[in-house]
């Protein structure tokens, strides 16, 4: 019996380890389980209804690079680094309709970074994308305090009273949601978030 070292031709995280130590294994006994650290892979979900303004990800192979953000969280920490979409893996959730996309991570543990990031991107954990999309005419931003129920706002009307009103969201920003339908000019939006809305209250309206 002899030792041995065993190097992996790349840098890598140690996951799972399989023996222990003394153990004795033969040529093809597992040892343990690397991530490679040079690239994370991202699976996000989008909004199918959203694809049509990700023309990129029909594009061919030698097309421009794709370009993303991801954005890791932790408390009041935030961490952004840059990515790059591979394209949708052909998977659509039903219930949710969302379609998955991949994105690529390079060195997300910022091994080449100048300065080294504060947190490095934690494998397995949650994150928010931000992808590049183009550009929608004839829409609203709202906070997102201001939708209820998944897509209907608050209205001062011309009486000053509260209304109900449903509308079509056509995609989203960080802290806002865009509208597409049921808005016009004039209309009064109520942006302060309602506990217990009820319609026909009086309000206070003033413009923003």
Not at 5 to 18: I, K, N, Q, W, Y
Not at 150 to 165: F, I, Q
Not at 177 to 189: C, F, Q, T
Not at 195 to 200: Q, T
């Amino acid at each position: 019996m002899t030792f041995h070292s065993v190097r992996a031709p790349f840098d890598a995280l140690v996951g799972e380890v399989l023996v222990g130590r003394g153990q004795n294994v033969g040529p093809q006994f597992p040892l343990m389980t690397l991530t490679d650290v040079s690239s994370f892979r991202v699976r996000a979900r989008v909004p199918t209804a959203e694809l049509a303004r990700l023309p990129q990800l029909t594009a061919k192979e030698d097309a421009p690079e794709r370009r993303a953000h991801v954005v890791q969280r932790l408390g009041a920490l935030e961490q952004r680094v840059g990515a790059s979409v591979r394209g949708r893996d052909g998977s659509v959730d039903p219930t949710s309709r969302t379609a998955s996309l991949v994105v690529d991570v390079p060195d997300p543990l910022g091994l080449s970074a100048e300065p080294p990031p504060p947190q490095a991107l934690l494998l397995g954990g949650l994150v928010d994308v931000e992808l590049e999309t183009s550009a929608l005419e004839g829409v609203a931003e709202l906070p997102e305090r201001a939708v209820y129920e998944g897509a209907h706002v608050y209205l001062c009307d011309e009486a000053d009273t509260l209304r109900k009103r449903a509308v079509s969201l056509v995609g989203r920003t960080p802290g806002a949601v865009l509208v597409g339908a049921g808005l016009a000019d004039g209309m009064r939006v109520v942006r302060t978030r309602l506990i217990a809305p009820v319609e026909g209250t009086r309000l206070q309206c003033e413009a923003a």
